[in-house]
């Protein structure tokens, strides 16, 4: 089957980076109005003597108060939106999210040229197989079909990662043994960084029959020889204030030099029983005997003896840096003591117990705080991805990170606290195919962009400073085609013979020659043409390409409108620079006196213009700057020609210039083509890759 078309594609975009011209329409818009009041009750703004409160008529001074509002553009018309679209300019730069309403593996396949290599953290949660929606499938196939799904999503999304990515995943006992040996057969044993086990539940599971079950684990892998890096945690307050004395370099304690415990004995290390000769009065400190010293042992309290920490040069390495000290207790005892300097952190342990991670206070009621209600059955705790996204994602600050079993968003909105904390750009890729994408995930992600705290519903204060500085600032909301939408858009080509075939009472009987029809032969046979498979001959128009798609619950259908510039931009895995807005031109025409058509006079650029261009630049996967032109063809294509070449060259462009190395555009066309140093045509048609990509679906 082909990839999927994205259907629709908006942007919510945060008051701060949308330029002033454009504050007093987004004021006078009543639907973001009214999402406003009703999902972030701006309406119980308060001002004050330096910020204007709320009034019924929004003000472009109240947007400009509140920079972190998000101006979703699905409640303008295409024109405003593509205004602001080409005002912003930079749109993948400024993107700090995507969402993706749609199936994973649809979602993936359409994304993985775009992030080639180029994903941090694989981060997914996936269903634990445990609920009785999983006892559709027949029973002796459950564990194998959950796992072939599993596995078909991690392969898919196995290109996007590089050497320092991690992949994380979240399992309870039901799967674990079959999760673990999956992910060990596609990232090798050499992948496999670690397993986490972390206590979600400290009640446990009172219905358990045995053990009561408190916890779930994580899976942690990379690629085969893996050279990703743990980010330890920080110290806790109370660990670091024991680091009391500061030098020149930085906070420090003093340790025992005397080493006790496990392997402290002369008998195991031999070479760390020596005397330290110390001179008190001048402080001299020495190997060797030496008049005035006087001679310390490594003895413990009980006169046992013992060894040092280090052997003899390593001593030496830290008296000639200071480092040791020897003072004499009250006891009478001399005691030699080590710098012991504060560390960035500590290495996180394998099994994690905080109250942070419980999912229960930290997740279904978090999503009670955001929204009065839980809306969503099982979401993690936030403390729990926010940390295992912390420790995953290293010390980059501004990777991707991709989480295919989305939810409630806990992954956006995990990684939008952590740019908060520290500043970082991380970005988050996240797919959820249920209706809740609309209910809780997208408003999830635009109430944890306005503000971090909630309570019943509502803001509880509002974000200021640095932290308003560093929230999102544009997050794109991608929906894709379904199988449903495809499958109620094959315009059928059947026989009457084929129809009474398949109707007939063998068609249905034990070998499923029905089924095996409809998977294997009809989507193939039957449809070719068909708008759902992919119809270039539409491309004419391409504002105009439509699906008729059903539905849900009812036989009723509507035509759904095909993003066709957005589903281009991911099939060639465009990293968007610049989306200009369309112009229209009109044109006259006149015959030379060899009847060559020619352009009577200049293109005239006028609202209502017959001629219709609109580009995308930006740079593919493998760095090819590209300009994608998309045009409307008139059906005259000696016109339409003409006026190509004379707006190529109005916008100031020439395929010979270095400017770009790809110039894609939709229709036939006459522009001079050069082919580059690796032997490709500089001007392609666009319905080419398009169809060639579409159907690209090796390894999926
Ligand atoms: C256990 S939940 C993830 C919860 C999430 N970690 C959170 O904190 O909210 C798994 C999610 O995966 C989604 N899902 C399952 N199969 C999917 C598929 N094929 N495509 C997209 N989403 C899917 C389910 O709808 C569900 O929301």
New binding site residues.
């Given amino acids: 089957m082909k990839k999927k078309f994205v259907v629709e594609t908006t942007y919510c975009i945060a008051v701060a980076a949308i330029p002033e011209a454009f504050y007093s329409d987004i004021a006078r818009n009543d639907a973001q109005h009214d999402e406003w009041v009703q999902l972030l009750a701006i309406d119980e703004i308060d001002g004050d003597l330096t910020t204007p409160g709320y009034t019924e008529t929004l003000t472009p001074e109240f947007l400009k108060a509140h920079p972190t509002l998000l101006v979703d553009t699905r409640h303008f018309d295409p024109r405003f939106t593509s205004r602001l679209l080409e005002a912003i300019g930079d749109i993948d730069d400024q993107t700090d999210g995507v969402l993706f309403h749609?199936?994973?593996?649809?979602?993936l396949s359409l994304m993985r040229t775009r992030y080639q290599q180029q994903v941090r953290c694989v981060y997914?949660?996936?269903?634990?197989n445990t609920s009785e929606a999983s006892l559709l499938y027949k029973n002796e196939y459950r564990h194998a079909t959950w796992m072939t799904?599993l596995q078909q999503?991690v392969l898919c999304a196995k290109p996007m990662l590089n050497e320092e990515s991690v992949v994380g995943v979240?399992i309870d006992d039901f799967e674990n043994d079959n999760l673990s040996k999956l992910l060990e057969s596609v990232f090798g044993s050499s992948g496999r960084l670690g397993t986490l086990v972390v206590e979600t539940k400290p009640s446990g599971r009172t219905n358990d029959r045995f053990l009561a079950t408190c916890h779930e684990y994580y899976h942690f892998f990379g690629l085969p020889g893996t050279t990703a890096q743990i980010r330890f945690f920080p110290l806790s307050r109370e660990a670091a204030a024991a680091y009391s004395e500061v030098d020149e370099i930085g906070a420090f304690r003093w340790r025992d030099f005397l080493r006790t415990g496990g392997f402290s004995t002369p008998e195991e290390r031999p070479n760390s029983f020596y005397p330290i000769y110390y001179n008190p009065a001048s402080r001299e400190i020495r190997l060797d005997c030496f008049p005035g010293a006087i001679e310390i042992l490594p003895l413990d309290s009980n006169g046992r003896r013992r060894v040092w920490r280090k052997t003899p040069p390593s001593f030496w390495r830290h008296v000639s840096r200071r480092e040791i000290k020897i003072e004499q207790r009250a006891s009478g005892v001399w005691k030699v003591l080590l710098i012991d300097r504060i560390k960035e952190g500590t290495r996180p342990k394998s099994v994690w117990v905080d109250r942070r991670y419980d999912a229960a206070s930290h997740?279904t009621k978090l999503l009670k705080k955001l929204f009065g209600e839980a809306g969503?059955?099982?979401?993690?705790a936030l403390g729990a991805?926010r940390d295992v996204l912390y420790v995953t994602l290293g010390e980059s600050v501004d990777g991707e990170v991709l989480?295919?079993?989305?939810?409630?968003?806990?992954?956006g909105h995990a990684v939008i606290d952590l740019n908060r904390e520290d500043g970082g750009r991380r970005r988050f890729l996240l797919?959820?195919?249920?209706y809740?994408f609309d209910t809780?995930?997208l408003p999830r992600i635009k109430k944890v962009s306005f503000t971090p705290d909630w309570r019943d519903g509502k803001p509880d204060g509002l974000v200021a400073g640095d932290k308003a500085e560093r929230s999102p600032r544009m997050v794109k909301v991608i929906r894709l085609e379904s199988y449903e939408d495809t499958l109620n858009n094959l315009g059928m080509q059947r026989s009457d013979e084929q129809q009474l075939l398949l109707d007939g009472r063998e068609a249905g009987g034990r070998d499923g020659l029905k089924e095996q029809y409809v998977l294997r032969y009809m989507l193939d046979v039957e449809t070719r043409g068909s708008r759902s498979l992919l119809n270039v001959r539409d491309f004419v128009d391409p504002t105009a390409y439509r699906l008729d798609v059903k539905r849900p619950g009812s036989d009723e259908s509507r035509a759904v409108h095909v993003d066709l510039l957005e589903t281009f931009n991911w099939l060639i895995g465009l990293t968007v620079r610049h989306i200009a807005a369309p112009q229209t031109f009109n044109a006259a025409f006149e015959r030379d006196g060899e009847k060559r058509l020619l352009l009577k006079g200049r293109l005239k650029q006028e609202d209502d213009g017959l001629y219709w261009f609109r580009t995308v630049s930006g740079t593919t996967s493998d760095g090819r700057r590209t300009l994608v032109i998309w045009r409307k063809l008139s059906g005259e294509a000696e016109q339409d020609n003409l006026v190509l070449d004379a707006w190529f060259t109005r916008q100031g462009y020439s395929a010979k210039d270095s400017e770009f190395d790809l110039i894609y555009v939709n229709g036939g066309n006459n522009l001079e083509n050069l082919k580059t140093p690796d032997d490709l045509w500089k001007v392609r048609l666009i319905e080419e890759d398009f169809r060639r990509l579409m159907f690209d679906v090796e390894g999926l």
């Fill in positions: 749609g199936e994973n593996m649809q979602a997914i949660d996936p269903p634990f799904l999503g979240a997740g969503f059955g099982f979401p993690k991805t989480d295919y079993f989305a939810g409630s968003g806990t992954t797919v959820e195919a249920a809740y809780v995930l």
